[in-house]
């Protein structure tokens, strides 16, 4: 009997299997139709662009390279009905720094006479010691919130440097009161272009 009752439910679980990647690749090449490219023919779309499903309110980021002696351009596009239209970016470097720490300790010792007996008292003693202790500290490099929430940013890169892209969608009012999360996921692509560096001056 147990059979009888498998059979359909596979059955079902394959049909559903091609609707459920469908809904898992939707965002996967949105940069590629909705980003606006560069009016400048000289940057070509870099590789690591890419696509995603993001939740309103919920911060995300990619992280890429950028390499010396190439300008970039980078430029957000996201389903503004859903994600809003005023979204957050921010081009952000993680530093290791180094810091030092300073770990305080006491130790109770007894008090001896001159000839090395105890007295039967004793006395505190603090000792400090210093350790080297490294963190990583986010060093901002551009926040849109300092550019009148521009979507679309362009630098050259004087140095190879990993950075990260942070992405927060505030959603539009009626979206952010909705009760059920799975309407406030929308598309959103990052387009990297990028171009050697013109050489100025003679």
């Not at 909705?34 to 919920?58: M, P």
């Not at 963190?135 to 919130?145: H, I």
Request: aromatic content about 6%; proline content about 4%; glycine content about 6%.
């Amino acid at each position: 009997m147990r059979t009888l009752f498998i059979a359909p439910l596979l059955g079902i679980a394959t049909l559903l299997l091609p609707t459920m990647v469908a809904a898992q690749n939707t965002c996967a090449d949105y940069h590629k139709f909705n980003c606006q490219r560069s009016s400048d023919k000289r940057f070509s779309q870099n590789g690591q662009s890419k696509s995603a499903a993001l939740q309103v309110g919920t911060p995300t980021e990619l992280n890429i390279i950028v390499y010396r002696g190439q300008d970039y351009r980078i430029s957000l596009c996201a389903d503004d009905r859903i994600l809003g239209e005023a979204i957050s970016i921010r081009l952000v470097e993680k530093v290791r720094e180094a810091t030092d720490e300073v770990e305080e300790s006491t130790a109770v010792e007894p008090l001896l006479d001159a000839d090395g007996n105890e007295t039967g008292a004793s006395q505190e003693t603090r000792t400090k010691q210093t350790r080297r202790v490294f963190e990583e500290v986010e060093k901002v490099l551009w926040d849109n919130a300092d550019h009148e929430m521009a979507q679309e940013v362009e630098f050259s890169c004087a140095a190879t440097k990993r950075i990260a892209i942070q992405v927060v969608p505030p959603g539009t009012e009626s979206k952010s009161k909705r009760s059920d999360k799975q309407f406030d996921i929308g598309c959103a692509g990052i387009l990297i272009e990028h171009m050697p560096t013109p050489g100025l001056g003679f």
